[in-house]
């Protein structure tokens, strides 16, 4: 951003096109995190929680589903929850609104770098205007521009690096210099496939110097700069991991492994990833113009770091199909290369042309724009509110969670009973929706693990309550029948309980609390 202000001549187009972007980040703002990849989200929020909580303690992140351990989770740099921590402490609570605002706030400041970034390698004040514009309005990008989630920080530091780096080049300042490989290694620590990001850059240092490029010795110092702080990071997270089994699963060999390779040999993924290029991230307009963009047109050495950044975003795809063909989000560093590309097809209405046709080529540029806009606004409400049962699912779990919070003693050790498709996984990261929206710690188990033997074990470990979908237990009738015989509830009705299936199936039938579908079962003897 400090380009952004720096620059001399104000850009009225450019200052409105970032407060459009920002107020479409504003939607639901003060939303619980409930929306689309609740998980996701709530993963963020309790390692901010933690830091708030227990310490801001940078090297050290924790997780809610840390059962009977300190809760170090071996993860990406936690900095995105680091700094929504740190507002917390400014504001004088937990406000899971400032994680949006910070999400907001790194997107628009990434839209306005992508601006600056365009110009700096050859195009023009409107290019660089309508790869902002793009980027802001993507349906995809709308969503997770708001999320409490690392993805627009993630976005901020990779266009943020490309560009201080493509400035150096030119100006060979020691700010841009440092201001690059600052921003180049936080982004790798932040989120380790961003290492794509290492084509376009070769691709501009040989924009530059050529093949002699290599040679060069602040490169190599830069190269040293950039890749020293990860190697590092990942390395303490992984010690982390061997100190308490608990993981995000970041290279596959424990937890769910992302980068599987089998995809590739299947026609669901080329179809999932195409139907999602041309539906949440670009709408089928914009991936009709990112196409049309391919096209030379700037004239310059360094418009071939475009090619070589598709080119690695191509390899990441490839590289960790499993990843993006489950998660959308992984998607969504396509979306700078996607909004520059889109915007050189309509740039050339706009730019450096006068006279008879202008006002045609205007209306085209506007009509484009407003195919993308228009998709995007219903495209985008689906990201809110996801299909298939899933947001009235968690928005129930936070009503429960409300619930169990002013119920349960605030020491109180949870088993969370839930699906989880990462089951299979040795060391696979639990779900911490539910744990989240109690403000509690705790263990995940899954129906394959619902016995009585499980629940014994976990109360050894210091397990206090059970907390599961009526639903989910009623799937077991032998387990069902050994929560009946600890005595059932529903949380709101607790410390009452059940220990008669009949006599609790009537109580339900006039009973229309929230909580109705949930079932609180204590483990361990009530003291």
């Known amino acids: 951003m400090r380009a952004l202000v720096r620059s001399r001549r104000p850009d009225p187009w450019l200052w409105g096109i970032l407060l459009l972007g920002?107020?479409?980040r504003l939607v639901e703002l003060q939303a619980p995190l409930i929306d689309g990849q609740a998980w996701r989200q709530a993963d963020s929020g309790a390692v901010a929680r933690n830091f708030y909580e227990e310490g801001y303690s940078l090297c050290y992140p924790r997780v809610d589903w840390r059962g009977d351990t300190p809760g170090d989770v071996e993860m990406n740099f936690p900095l995105y929850s680091f700094l929504v921590a740190c507002l917390y402490g400014l504001l004088g609570g937990v406000h899971e609104w400032a994680g949006r605002l910070l999400s907001a706030l790194f997107s628009v400041g990434g839209a306005g770098l992508l601006c600056l970034l365009v110009r700096e390698l050859g195009g023009g004040r409107w290019c660089g205007r309508l790869a902002a514009l793009f980027f802001l309005i993507f349906p995809l990008n709308i969503f997770y521009g708001r999320a409490v989630m690392p993805e627009a920080l993630m976005l901020f530091l990779s266009v943020g690096s490309l560009l201080a780096f493509a400035r150096w080049t030119r100006t060979a300042e020691r700010g841009d210099f440092v201001l690059a490989a600052l921003a180049a290694s936080l982004c790798f620590m932040v989120k380790i496939p961003t290492l794509y990001l290492g084509f376009?850059?070769?691709a501009l240092a040989w924009a530059r110097w050529g093949w002699g490029f290599v040679r060069h010795p602040d490169l190599w110092g830069y190269l040293a700069l950039v890749l020293v702080p990860p190697a590092l990071w990942y390395w303490h997270a992984h010690q982390l991991f061997l100190q308490t089994g608990l993981t995000f699963g970041i290279w596959g060999s424990q937890g769910y492994d992302k980068w599987a390779q089998a995809l590739l040999a299947t026609g669901d993924f080329y179809r999932e990833l195409g139907l999602r290029l041309g539906h949440q991230l670009l709408t089928p307009a914009g991936a009709v113009l990112a196409l049309a963009g391919l096209r030379p047109g700037w004239g310059t050495r360094q418009e071939k770091a475009l090619y070589a950044w598709g080119g690695g975003l191509l390899l990441y795809l490839f590289l960790i199909p499993e990843g993006n063909y489950r998660l959308n989000y992984y998607q969504v560093p396509l979306v700078p290369l996607g909004a520059v590309l889109a915007a050189r097809s309509l740039a050339?209405?706009?730019?450096?042309?006068?006279?008879?046709?202008?006002?045609?080529?205007?209306?085209?540029?506007?009509?484009?724009?407003l195919l993308v806009a228009g998709y995007g606004a219903w495209a985008a409400p689906g990201l809110y509110r996801p299909a298939n049962n899933v947001y009235p699912y968690y928005r129930a779990c936070h009503g429960v969670g409300k619930i169990l919070d002013r119920q349960l003693p605030p020491a109180a050790l949870l088993v969370v009973g839930?699906?989880?498709?990462?089951?299979?996984?040795?060391?696979?990261?639990?779900?911490?929706?539910?744990?989240?929206?109690?403000?509690?710690?705790?263990w995940q188990i899954t129906p394959e693990e619902f016995s009585a033997a499980t629940l014994d074990s976990l109360a050894a470990r210091g397990a206090d309550f059970l907390v599961v979908a009526g639903g989910f237990a009623a799937q077991n009738p032998g387990f069902w029948s050994e929560l009946l015989r600890r005595g059932v509830s529903v949380p709101a009705a607790y410390p009452r309980t059940w220990h008669e299936g009949g006599e609790y199936r009537r109580m339900l039938a006039g009973y229309q609390g929230p909580d109705r579908d949930f079932v609180l079962v204590r483990l361990t003897p009530s003291p």
Do not use: I
């Open 418 to 442: 839930e699906v989880d498709e990462n089951a299979g996984a040795p060391y696979r990261a639990q779900s911490p929706t539910m744990l989240y929206y109690c403000r509690r710690k705790g």
């Open 200 to 202: 376009p850059l070769v």
């Open 22 to 24: 920002l107020a479409l």
């Open 348 to 369: 050339t209405l706009l730019e450096g042309r006068t006279g008879a046709g202008q006002f045609r080529r205007r209306v085209l540029a506007g009509a484009g724009v």
